[in-house]
Each structure stands twice: as structure tokens, then as C-alpha cells.
């Protein structure tokens, strides 16, 4: 089974406030991670990359937050809006060549 | 082109039948990865090919599932007698390097029905 992530839940949020997507992993050995957008009918998306000797990284209404102590990683939406509604997968890249993903997480946003 | 396709979007195929699914990664991409992903769930990794060498055939759930990759560029899934679980969306996806420390670029998939 996958080493990353939980059996895709959902989140829903209303328009405006912040949304936080959560994912643990298990290979304390992966160094970079990455979380991806998939919207409805569509391939995932990149977001936003971590590597594992940062704990915090930004983008444009994005933030990834990485706890290497409890191997866990996570999504943060500034502002949410009904444009962010998809699933986010997070993959990891531990010592071999390959992505592993998450089971992914769908988010809701209610206007 | 500028992002990696995939053809036919959709296909539906009666059980038995055998289908191929195409990929067309991004021009100078050397590695190339198919994902399965069934209704609702995550992503289940098939195959991976980079560059010349010897694909990983790890994920292929059977041996009536195959793929090859002609030129270094082109992919083509196989799935020969097709059953009902195998019906699923299909994502093709490439990057430019060995996939450690890169991202992927994904097609929009293609949806597979067996009926």
C-alpha cells in the first residue's frame, strides 16, 4: 500500500477562510515532496515542492509546512476560493526514483 | 507540444477485448510514468520508463497489462482481455529527469470503461 498519505477525505471550507490539508508519510529516508491539484477531469497539477532540508516554503496563497520529527507535511490555502475545489494529492521521493502519492484529499469550497 | 497528451480521452470496450492507450510526453522528457487511478481513489503507479534503460515493471497488477516506449518518446499501455476492474482513468505523466528531487508533468488521462 502507499507509504504517504491517508484514503482520500474531504475537506470542505467556506469561501475566504484559510484551508489546511494534511498528509503524514512513513520513509524517513524521502527528501522531497510535492503536492499536486487535480481537478475534476484533469491530470494533477503541480503546486509546490519541499525539499527536506527546508520546514517551510511559500507560494501565491500557498504555504507546504514539513515536520520531519513526526514525518508529516502540509497544504496551506491562504483565502480560499471555489477555483481551489479539487483533490490534493502530496508525493514523496525517498531513495529511489520514483514519486509515491498520497491517497489524496478533496476540498470543498462552499460560496 | 507543450504539456503531455493523451489519446482517446475516453474509451469504452466491451470485456474481452484488448485496448491501447497512448502517451505523448514533453519533447526532451527521458523519463516517462503510467498511473491508474480508479473512481474517486489515488494513484496506483503501473510502469516507468528512463531513457534506454530496462522499465520498472513493478506495478503492472497482471500479466495481461504491457508497455513499451518507442524512440525513447511515445508510450503505448496494453491491456489485453480486458475485465471490469480494469476500468479506470489512465494518466500518463513525464519529467525531464530521473524522477528524485523533480516533478511531474501529467496528461489529462484517458478514461477506460469495460462494459
Known amino acids: 500500500g502507499e507509504s504517504v498519505g491517508l484514503h482520500l477525505p474531504t475537506l470542505s471550507v467556506q469561501e475566504g477562510d484559510n484551508s489546511i490539508i494534511n498528509c503524514a508519510y512513513s520513509?524517513?529516508?524521502?527528501?522531497?515532496f510535492i503536492w499536486y491539484k487535480q481537478e475534476s477531469g484533469k491530470g494533477p497539477q503541480f503546486i509546490i515542492d519541499?525539499?527536506?532540508?527546508?520546514d517551510k516554503r511559500q507560494g501565491q496563497r500557498v504555504t507546504v509546512l514539513l515536520n520531519k520529527t513526526v514525518k508529516h507535511l502540509s497544504l496551506q490555502i491562504a483565502a480560499t476560493q471555489p477555483g481551489d475545489s479539487a483533490v490534493y494529492f502530496c508525493a514523496e521521493n525517498n531513495a529511489g526514483n520514483m514519486l509515491t502519492f498520497g491517497g489524496g484529499t478533496r476540498l470543498m469550497v462552499k460560496p | 507540444g507543450a504539456g503531455v497528451s493523451q489519446s482517446p480521452s475516453n474509451k469504452v470496450t466491451e470485456k474481452g477485448k484488448d485496448v491501447e492507450l497512448r502517451c505523448d510526453p514533453i519533447?526532451?522528457?527521458?523519463?516517462l510514468y503510467w498511473y491508474r487511478q480508479s473512481l474517486g481513489q489515488g494513484l496506483e503507479f503501473l510502469i516507468y520508463?528512463?531513457?534506454?534503460?530496462?522499465?520498472?515493471k513493478s506495478g503492472l497488477p497482471s500479466d495481461r497489462f504491457s508497455a513499451e516506449r518507442t524512440g525513447g518518446s511515445v508510450s503505448t499501455l496494453t491491456i489485453q482481455r480486458t475485465q471490469q476492474e480494469d476500468s479506470a482513468v489512465y494518466l500518463c505523466?513525464?519529467?525531464?529527469?530521473?524522477?528524485?528531487?523533480?516533478?511531474?508533468?501529467f496528461g489529462s488521462g484517458t478514461r477506460l470503461t469495460v462494459v
Open positions: 519541499i525539499r527536506s532540508n527546508m
Open positions: 520508463f528512463q531513457g534506454n534503460s530496462a522499465p520498472d
Open positions: 520513509n524517513s529516508a524521502s527528501d522531497y
Open positions: 519533447s526532451g522528457h527521458t523519463a
Open positions: 505523466a513525464s519529467s525531464f529527469q530521473q524522477g528524485r528531487g523533480y516533478g511531474y508533468t
